[in-house]
């Protein structure tokens, strides 16, 4: 069995991308969904399995083609990594197994084995950013991701998605090329692409223009992806116009990804060796951080449209972690890595419920939601819990992230109090546009419902996503262990 | 030769904000992709620059084990896999704009949110 | 010998250039389509033909010299032909030669 | 690097570039003319001068840099650069039903 | 001298880039992108880079326009609104350009043999290639061996594109619209010469494409050129023979085989290396001689390469000509 073990890094990323090919060549419709989701599961445990040798303390190697790492491609596999491979696998599980049905309804079937195949692509791509040691790979598994992602926004059957996911195509090509120009900048200084290569020859060249141009283009290109806030403009209508199961696998795991890569590439390269890089990566991103929690939870407050609503809470959210990264210390980091997680878990549950919601509600507009909690009482349970993770209610996921990111907060010193400020306004701010849907929810005159029963799979899998809510608020160990491992992993990069 | 020592890169600047002016200023869903292709453009050129060696010739090696000087093959490889990765985001993005008029009966953005205000 | 295959070399590779030049200048100045069609085409075959040729001798009995062939053989079919498939296109879509409007829509 | 003992290569050199100047002021000649326009059919004339002028070009540059096994993407461009020409024909005219429609729709 | 080549060739390239963003009639716009892109490759071929400037005039000037031009037919081809921020657009993107142009300051020299990029990991690749692969071409080198995975990423992204216009345009409309199709006297292939020398012509293109794809080893080219090559050559044919005898040809269901199966095949060689006892994309383990072992794993991913290629531009192809012809 070591045999397979020493490929997981590799059958990680092979695994989806295969059966995406295979999928399209299936002649049954069923069979295409039976395959993605199998896939999606054997990836989940793939990364499970990832996880537990991380615990034990291993950092996974693999060194594609046998070829030595900075002349090959090499993977790895550390804590940070396990930890979004956890996020991406199991998001991607659950919106499968749960999101047949809402499918149905927003695909035709005859589209289903494409759209199929490129959940797989989008899957593998993002594994495959995550396990990558090397610069230039992470740009193909990102155009893989991205032009996956296309695809699955594109699937959405309002006709407002084309011109949404157009926007999001054209962005995201930029933001890919600048992060292109980026590392060709660094290539150009050092002669290398492979990560640790990079830092330990970055030193010598560190104080050259082009390697802060570098710094630059990577940090705005990967912005841009991550839809950091003033480059979020793609991001809500992609997000509301796209098939209901895409945005609960996208919101929870596609900008994480490109946040990763930014840390990743912050930490191990820049931080360390270029002079000062730490204090104007805290000074160019802290207030970028504060205006997206607060312009992104004001926003969606007064947004009608739910999904929107919640898609504006994300940029708040990637303000979150982006605030507990620039305060560049252990808790900081812990706190920004956690909420990647938690947001993951209480977003995905959030949009999952929507999902739900949306098998017999005609949209998703608030107006149109009014009373569903009697037709769907169960899925409504569960949606408040999620929305109670998304405010940091203790006792669900969220409280943990929001109590790391307020304890590094009082760490920063006085400023750190305004930022405590920030974040408790916004937590009141997510009260707000939370309890907005479930009194309408609860309360409203029923509005016009499909006679058809809801969906039991999309039920389940939205409990199971608002159970792990609490589970991870009650027992926070794993995230935690993991987080605080990155963190010092990034962290030892930098002293 | 100092005189143009750096005019590769020159061009690759202008080059490289025609295309993203291009993208950001026209309104036209074809343009912005015409756009995004010259952007594109500019960065292979980018790196194809600084894969020469003055004097050095295609890294394809010509048998006679002498001091012919190549040049690197590396950023060669790296624009071979980006211009394609550049096709297909223009050919997906093709297809998104012909749905669009299809939908809409215009590429122009500023009409079709205009359709959707409505 | 080599001196008489550079020599011929030389002056078939600078007609070529003449020629070449001569058809681009007359792109350019010809006062419309047609005319300058018939200027870029005409010398387009010719230029390739001395041109190509030119190299040839420098090239000697290679596989080069082989390639060259297949070059010119191949411009030697496309370029009339898009030239040919250019003037049915625009006479087709309404666009006469300057002077002569009777022959214009005669005939293809 | 380029010069040989007899200097024959120098010989050649300095023609090859002599041939390929012609090429390249023709070539620029030809981007005016695509750039001027001022029909469409003007510019896809150009477009294949253009073409044909890199042929060229790239075959006297295969000679000129000594290395004549990338003649192969000459041929290459000489292929491409006849699809092209008749992509952009076949494509303008099966517009133009296309296009009256279009201008009715407009209005409606 | 040559250099003097370079700076002409990119001053005619900067102009024609102004030109395209100044075209209101696109098709004008998509012919000076292919004269663009000719430009481009003859730099990139000044640059030394044989590879890419094949690439490039492939990809660039042959597909793109290609399907600039598909993509054109179906929709409009007048840009109609002028750009409304137009000044604030061009003042933001000046300063961009002085801020980049800013930072190239301190970067090697053109041509500097002593720049990082060309004593850090390139002359490894140089000088181990011999030993370890022996193939003449590094560029195939590094591209099918030692950053194979990036190329099969390469061909994933390529299969993702063409599922994704799939998914958005289908291919199910064609066989209603034939006859109207027919009808209609326009057209290439109702005129005799074009018809006839495209006829003389494609199955040497077709060979030339084989030829590319077989001599990558060797000399300039590889599997996506020759993927190119060949899909511009049965595009050449769905052009002068029409839609309909393209498509009974190689019908969208033996293309999407094509595309998946070229993607699979080049996996399927990676875990067999993995198979026999290597890491994935090992391809030294594939034959008893090691060297032997890269070379033909080479040639087989590069065959896979080919397929996914050919099959995925001829779809994307299809896919815009299909609706085409509504």
């Keep these: ?495 | 030769m100092t005189l143009f020592g750096l005019f590769n890169y020159w061009v690759f600047a202008v080059l490289l904000m025609i295309g993203f002016y291009a993208v950001i200023a026209k309104p036209n869903l074809i343009k912005k992709l015409i756009g995004l292709t010259l952007f594109q453009s500019a960065v292979f050129l980018l790196y194809i620059t600084m894969g020469r060696i003055e004097g050095g010739t295609a890294p394809i090696l010509s048998g006679n084990t002498g001091d012919t000087i190549y040049a690197n093959p590396l950023p060669q490889v790296l624009i071979l896999t980006a211009i394609v990765v550049g096709i297909s985001t223009v050919a997906l993005g093709l297809g998104i704009v012909v749905r669009i008029r299809e939908e809409y009966g215009t590429i122009e953005e500023s009409e079709i949110s205009e359709i959707d205000q409505r | ?108 | ?108 | 001298m040559t250099a003097l080549f370079g700076v002409f060739l990119l001053s005619l390239l900067v102009i024609t880039a102004i030109g395209i963003v100044r075209a209101t009639n696109l098709f004008v716009a998509v012919m000076l992108m292919g004269i663009a892109s000719l430009l481009i490759a003859a730099n990139f071929f000044i640059l030394d880079a044989a590879d890419v400037a094949l690439t490039e005039a492939a990809v660039g000037a042959g597909v793109a326009t290609v399907l600039f031009l598909g993509a054109l037919s179906l929709t409009t081809s007048r840009e109609r609104a002028p750009s409304a921020n137009a000044l604030v657009s061009g003042i933001v993107t000046v300063i961009a350009a002085l801020i980049v142009i800013y930072a190239t300051f301190d970067k090697p020299q053109f041509g500097d043999p002593n720049a990082p990029v060309h004593t850090h990991v390139a002359p490894w690749y140089l000088d181990k290639t011999p030993e370890y692969i022996d193939i003449p071409n590094v560029v195939t080198a590094v591209l099918g061996s030692y950053r194979s995975y990036d190329t099969m990423g390469e061909v994933f992204v390529v299969f993702t594109a063409g599922i994704g216009v799939l998914f958005l345009l289908g291919t199910r409309r064609v066989s209603r619209s034939l006859e109207e199709e027919s009808k209609i006297n326009l057209g290439l292939r109702h005129h005799l010469i074009p018809r006839t020398i495209g006829r003389l012509v494609i199955p040497f293109i077709l060979l030339f494409g084989l030829y590319v794809q077989f001599h990558g080893e060797y000399g300039p080219g590889g599997a996506f050129q020759a993927g190119a090559i060949i899909a511009a050559s049965l595009i050449l044919y769905a052009l002068l023979e029409g839609e309909r005898h393209a498509l009974e040809l190689l019908p969208p269901q033996v293309l999407l085989f094509m595309m998946a199966g070229g993607a699979l095949f080049y996996a399927a060689v990676g875990i067999a290396g993995m198979l026999l006892g290597g890491n994935f994309l090992d391809f030294s383990v594939l034959l008893g001689d090691s060297v032997k072992g890269q070379q033909i794993g080479i040639l087989l991913v590069e065959f896979g390469v080919g397929v996914t290629v050919t099959g995925t531009l001829l779809s994307i192809y299809h896919a815009f000509a299909a609706r085409n012809t509504r």
């Design chain 1, 1 to 495: 069995m070591s045999g397979i073990d020493a490929h997981l890094p590799a059958l990680q990323v092979l695994t989806p991308l295969l059966t995406a090919a295979l999928v399209v060549l299936l002649p049954a419709r069923t069979l295409a969904w039976a395959a993605a989701t199998a896939a999606s599961f054997i990836a989940f445990a793939i990364a499970s399995a990832l996880t537990l040798a991380v615990l034990g303390g291993q950092t996974l190697d693999y060194a594609m083609g046998s070829w030595p790492a900075p002349y090959g491609i090499a993977l790895e596999v550390d804590s940070f990594s396990a930890l979004l491979l956890l996020v991406i696998t199991g998001a991607s599980s659950l919106a499968l197994i749960g999101g047949r049905v809402s499918l149905n309804n927003q695909i035709t079937e005859d589209r289903q084995p494409y759209y199929f195949a490129a959940w797989l692509l989008a899957l593998a791509g993002l594994c495959g950013i995550v396990v990558a040691g090397d610069a230039f790979n992470i740009f193909v598994f990102m155009e893989i991701s991205s032009l996956a992602s296309y695809i699955l926004v594109s699937g959405g059957p309002d006709r407002r998605a084309l011109p949404a996911v157009f926007k999001y195509l054209v962005m995201g090509t930029i933001g890919a090329t600048f992060y292109l120009i980026g590392i060709g900048l660094i290539y150009m200084m050092t002669g290398t692409l492979n990560l640790h290569d990079m830092e330990l020859r970055i030193v010598e060249v560190a104080d050259q223009r082009p390697v802060l141009a570098a710094a630059g283009f990577i940090t705005v290109g990967l912005a841009l992806k991550a839809a950091v806030f003033p480059l979020h403009v793609w991001l809500p209508n992609a997000y509301t116009w796209s098939p209901h199961i895409t945005t609960t696998f996208l919101a929870a795991c596609a900008t994480k990804v490109a946040l990763y890569v930014l840390l990743r590439f912050d930490f191990f390269v820049f931080q360390g060796n270029l002079v000062n890089h730490g204090m104007q990566f805290a000074a160019f991103l802290m207030p970028l951080a504060v205006l997206g929690i607060l312009v992104g939870s004001a926003v969606a407050m007064f947004e009608r449209n739910v999904k929107r609503s919640f898609a504006f809470s994300s940029i708040a959210q990637i303000g979150y972690i982006l605030l507990g990264a620039s305060f560049v210390t252990a808790t900081g980091l812990t706190a920004g890595i956690v909420h990647m997680f938690n947001h993951a878990l209480a977003k995905g549950a959030v949009f999952l419920a929507l999902a739900a919601f949306a098998t017999i509600a005609t949209t998703t507009r608030l107006d149109d939601l009014s009373g569903i909690a009697r037709r769907m009482p169960w899925t409504f349970v569960a949606f408040v819990i999620a929305g109670l993770s998304l405010i940091g209610v203790p006792g669900t996921a969220g409280f943990i992230s929001k109590w790391y990111l307020i304890v590094a907060a009082l760490e920063a010193g006085p400023l750190g109090i305004a930022l405590v400020a920030v974040i408790l306004i916004s937590s009141l701010m997510a009260v707000v546009y939370v309890w907005r849907v479930v009194e309408v929810a609860a309360f409203g005159d029923p509005s016009e419902f499909d006679a058809a029963s809801p969906p039991r799979a999309l039920v389940v899998s939205v409990w199971i996503a608002a159970a792990s809510n609490i589970g991870f608020g009650l027992v926070p160990e794993l995230p935690v262990t993991l987080a605080k491992a990155a963190s010092m992993q990034l962290l030892e990069h930098v002293l």
């Design chain 3, 1 to 108: 010998m080599n001196t008489v295959l550079d020599i011929l070399s030389w002056i078939l590779l600078t007609l070529g250039g003449l020629a070449v030049l001569t058809g681009g200048i007359g792109a350019l100045r010809m006062p419309d389509l047609y005319t300058r069609m018939h200027s870029a085409s005409v010398t387009d075959s010719l230029g390739a033909i001395l041109v190509i040729s030119g190299i040839m001798l420098q090239a000697g009995l290679t596989l080069a010299t082989l390639k060259l062939a297949a070059i010119l053989l191949f411009l030697l079919l496309t370029s009339p032909t898009a030239s040919n498939a250019l003037a049915t296109a625009a006479l087709l879509a309404g666009t006469r030669p300057l002077d002569d409007e009777d022959s214009g829509d005669a005939s293809t």
């Design chain 4, 1 to 108: 690097m380029k010069c040989m003992p007899g200097c024959a290569h120098c010989e050649a050199t300095s023609m090859y570039i002599v041939v390929s100047l012609a090429l390249i002021t023709t070539m620029g000649i030809a981007l005016a003319r695509a750039l001027l326009g001022p029909s469409v059919y003007d510019r896809v004339l150009a477009v294949n001068m253009f073409g044909t002028k890199t042929v060229l070009l790239l075959s006297v540059i295969a000679f000129l840099y000594g290395r004549p096994d990338f003649l192969d993407l000459a041929l290459a461009y000489a292929l491409i650069n006849f699809i092209g020409v008749l992509a952009v024909l076949e494509f303008f005219r099966s517009r133009v039903p296309d296009a009256r429609e279009r201008r009715t729709g407009r209005h409606g």
